[in-house]
């Protein structure tokens, strides 16, 4: 059972799940409940007429981003936030947007902590991910975030994100595992979960994958990598405060 705020050293984490439909928020929400010491928020592009129903591609991550900019300065401006997590497995624009709209308030996207996790675990990683279309852009934004050195690839299960939870749970895991095996032939250590939408798959997942490799999340990453971000910055300084130049726009 979640359990309510009890202090004001709660460090306070919203979460995005920028797409319209529901069904990742609510997964999430079961695995990430609140606890003594850690308030985990989730809002999603519920609807938001201009928000895609998944992402597929880098252009539906910058409408997507535009759609819920919005609602997350709203929800950021009045519920005093420590921490941001944009819940799409992409270089996605609204994380740089929500950083420029809030300097000073730690923002990342669960792409971002995957790769730090992973590299800090098990040096050489694995990405599995969902459409084709992914593989060419996530293995540019790898090397565009630094980590290409680590990387043993990035493979598609051609599955598509409401597919994950929509189809039976064993024939998903089994098409994710069966993807994995040029990775862990190349030397992954460890597979990064390619999909917020994979998350509630993770331990059926790593038990099926061979001894020695184990599977990243880049939520769970991304909420530990912020819970900790917000515990070292002075208390006096935590709520978000959005700039002018930031207040005028909304664009990503």
């Not at 299960?157 to 024939?171: D, Q």
Request: net charge negative.
């Amino acid at each position: 059972m979640a359990i309510p705020p009890t202090n004001d050293s709660q460090v306070k984490i919203l979460c995005i799940t920028p797409i319209s439909t529901t069904d990742i928020t609510a997964s999430l929400t079961q695995l990430h409940p609140p606890t003594p010491d850690l308030d985990i928020a989730f809002i999603d592009g519920r609807g938001l007429a201009d928000c895609p129903s998944a992402i597929n591609d880098d252009d539906q991550a910058a409408g997507s981003a535009a759609a819920i900019l919005p609602r997350a300065i709203e929800h950021i401006r009045s519920s005093a936030v420590d921490a941001v997590l944009v819940c799409c497995f992409s270089d996605h624009p609204l994380v740089a947007a929500l950083a420029r709209t809030f300097p000073g308030l730690p923002v990342t996207g669960i792409l971002q902590a995957a790769l730090q996790e992973a590299t800090a675990c098990s040096g050489r990683f694995g990405i599995v991910t969902t459409s084709l279309a992914w593989e060419p852009a996530l293995t540019c934004s790898v090397e565009d975030l630094g980590f290409a050195a680590h990387s043993a690839g990035v493979v598609s299960t051609g599955l598509g994100v409401l597919e994950l939870g929509g189809l039976e749970r064993r024939a998903v895991v089994d098409r994710i595992v069966e993807s994995c095996a040029p990775l862990v032939k190349s030397g992954a250590g460890s597979i990064i979960l390619g999909c917020a939408g994979m998350a509630p798959l993770e331990q059926d997942i790593r038990a099926a994958l061979p001894p020695g490799v184990t599977t990243v999340d880049g939520v769970r990453a991304g909420i530990e990598i912020l819970a900790r971000l917000a515990r070292d910055r002075p208390r006096a300084g935590r709520a978000a405060k959005p700039s002018q130049e930031a207040e005028i726009t909304c664009e990503v």
